[in-house]
């Protein structure tokens, strides 16, 4: 059963335009919402978080939305850049301790 | 400041053979996890500890051991690997308060099961 889908393995997208990354889960227990960024053979990093008492949290390029009746988050990233390029996972948490992850989405920057 | 590192970088092993995989952290967190990550598949936790001493199991513990003998060490035994243990293994800890939940991770380990 997985709690959190990132139901895009990959996206592919113009260099300067929006990409724009989704993630559904399906417990309503979920109270935090985390996305993080992984390059090839390093480990994840974190890039941004949400409570889920509040629908968007912004830092510079990058935005997350919080839509709790959809259960439903997307990561926006404007503009895109070529050192974008990399697998996004999102994540979320409703304990102090755990985080439960989805497949992750291949972000591809195209010049 | 070297953050959260894993030693060894790769290995491969034949089926029943032991190894020890061990991560390192000098940030003083209290939390530390074991995740394995596989394809097409997000990361899935095996074992974790919340201080030194404690370990609990994760989703994925069966044929995993863990210990936590002093702070800055997480280890994660495989007594007898099995190739569905072929995986690449991540190592994370956190502190216990500030940014709520964030996780450091190390660079992983690809290991192989023959």
């Known amino acids: 059963d997985q709690q959190v889908k990132q139901n895009s393995p990959s996206l592919s997208v113009q260099e300067g335009r929006i990409s724009i990354l989704n993630c559904d889960y399906t417990?309503?227990?979920?109270?935090?919402f985390l996305w993080y960024k992984k390059y090839p053979a390093e480990g994840p990093t974190f890039l941004i978080s949400?409570?889920?008492i509040k629908d968007k949290n912004e830092d510079g390029r990058f935005t997350v939305f919080l839509n709790k009746s959809a259960k439903h988050l997307s990561l926006h990233i404007v503009p895109s850049q070529p050192g974008d390029s990399a697998v996004y996972f999102c994540a979320a948490s409703y304990s102090n301790y755990q985080l439960i992850w989805g497949a992750g989405t291949k972000l591809i920057i195209k010049p | 400041n070297a953050g959260v590192t894993q030693t060894p970088k790769f290995r491969v092993l034949k089926t029943g053979q032991s190894m020890t995989l061990l991560c390192a952290q000098d940030m003083n967190h209290e939390y530390m996890y074991w995740y394995r990550q596989d394809p097409g598949m997000g990361l899935r936790l095996i074992h974790y500890?919340?201080?030194?001493?404690?370990?609990a199991k994760g989703e994925v513990p069966d044929g995993y051991n863990v210990s936590r003998l002093k702070k800055q060490n997480f280890l994660l035994g495989l007594e007898s690997a099995a190739p569905s243990q072929t995986s690449v293994y991540f190592c994370a800890s956190r502190r216990t308060s500030g940014s709520y939940n964030e996780q450091f991770f190390g660079p992983g380990t690809r290991l192989t099961v023959l």
């Open positions: 500890s919340v201080g030194e001493g404690t370990t």
């Open positions: 949400i409570s889920s």
């Open positions: 417990n309503s227990m979920f109270d935090y």
